[in-house]
């Protein structure tokens, strides 16, 4: 119990020192410092940085996959089905904000840092990240399929939100001119309005 | 003469290994090596791993200004004015992932590792892609009060398209499934529909 409230601790101060100096740019004496403890005394908790990344990294990957679970199975369904494919869009777009925005520190180095993962753990976050963004994906697909999206191209457009959504990392402030849920109202409209479009616009 | 494509053969090579494995994690001598000569010769030519960092961000933000001054004045203008709003965000998008997909290991070290500069280069570089980001913004607030565009936060919206655009660096692939004008085709499709869209959807 202790050893989590401490492992979490860790996570909270590297995750910050990650996020303003780059994970390459922090040291464990650096962590150690800025926890007021010894570099030997963090080892007992963790065993190195990149233990400390990893730990940052899945936490989020988890935190987004269950939250887009959770909002998926949070629609109402009709009665001919599941939820509009706007709807699903719509949920999974606010769900992504809402973590990003709960979580900016760690959602910072998820989306900055996860390239500094080892080789091994960085092949299977790429892997998981795929996973996460076929979620986008498929509703796209869905919702071309049966006519409620334009005609667009489901990879590009599921990468374009995607990117989109995760770049809040570099310009949310919790304490800035927009809420958290107004942006996370305005991200969906963003979202759905570039997947639903017309054939018309933009040529 | 000399002295400028050797610097530039630098930039290349250094480029491809930053986006490999980060600035942090390349050495000047990894650079050398890479270029199959001395770090001592490498030396004669820039003055740090800094400086070539600084070299490759600065000419890339100079590209993507000057490819956005060109889509613009590029445009064919209207008897009563400046060409649309629609027609000036389709072009400013069309230039910026023209670039991206003309000089993808430059503009992914530009997107990537412009933190990666020293605090004074970096608080001017911040500057700079806050003006860029101000003509997304600019066209935006003119399309709203057109009403060519929903009535979004500007602000909100061209950072949501904005880092969408950059996002094409991590899959963007000269040989994929997708040529660079289909997806400069496709992401000015995917920007103007989500600065158009309608105060219906997605709510």
Redesign the interface.
């Known amino acids: 119990m202790v050893e989590t409230a401490r492992r979490r601790e860790i996570e909270d101060v590297a995750s910050s020192l990650f996020r303003e100096r780059?994970?390459?740019?922090t040291s464990v004496r650096d962590i150690a410092r800025a926890m007021d403890i010894q570099g030997a005394s963090l080892y007992a908790h963790v065993a190195s940085k990149q233990d400390v990344l990893r730990a940052i990294v899945e936490r989020m990957a988890s935190r987004f996959e269950h939250a887009a679970d959770d909002a998926i199975s949070g629609l109402p369904s009709e009665d001919t089905g599941d939820a509009t494919p706007?709807a699903r869009l719509?949920a999974l777009t606010r769900a992504h904000v809402e973590v990003v925005t709960d979580d900016l520190e760690r959602a910072t180095v998820f989306v900055?840092e996860w390239?500094?993962l080892e080789p091994d753990l960085r092949a299977r976050m790429a892997k998981r990240r795929d996973a996460y963004e076929r979620r986008f994906r498929a509703v796209i697909v869905d919702g071309v399929e049966s006519g409620e999206f334009?005609t667009?191209?489901p990879?590009?457009?599921a990468?374009?939100?995607?990117?989109?959504l995760?770049?809040?990392v570099?310009?949310y402030r919790p304490d800035g001119?927009?809420a958290a849920g107004?942006?996370a109202?305005?991200?969906?409209?963003?979202?759905?309005?570039?997947?639903?479009?017309?054939d018309e616009?933009?040529?």
């Open positions: 780059g994970y390459a740019g706007t719509a900055h390239r500094s334009a667009v191209d990879t590009a457009a990468a374009f939100i995607l990117t989109a995760n770049g809040l570099a310009w001119r927009l107004t942006i109202d305005l991200y969906a409209d963003l979202a759905v309005r570039a997947a639903v479009g017309t616009v933009g040529r």
